[in-house]
């Protein structure tokens, strides 16, 4: 997740990245990675991040939602918080 959080980045519109993989076995693979980013929304198309990610990723096939968010929650000492987003 670090690896995928760090790429995105360093892509023009993203300030923040975290992702997040949750159980669901109703689906197909039982796990969805859920990316939470904060951004430009006008400069990150998730079509495109989507197949981006999958073409840079290849190897990873999970199902993916992408969330805009305000901001990422920061322990004090800076850290990313590693818990579900609500949305």
Do not use: C, N, W
């Amino acid at each position: 997740l670090v690896e995928i959080e760090t790429f995105l980045e360093k892509m023009d519109g993203i300030v923040e990245a975290l992702g997040f993989v949750e159980y669901h076995p109703e689906q197909l693979r039982g796990e969805r990675l859920t990316l939470y980013l904060v951004g430009d929304e006008d400069k990150i198309h998730k079509t495109i991040l989507k197949k981006t990610l999958h073409d840079h990723f290849g190897g990873i096939h999970i199902e993916s939602k992408i969330v805009m968010v305000q901001r990422i929650e920061k322990t004090a000492m800076g850290k990313k918080v590693r818990m579900p987003l609500m949305t």
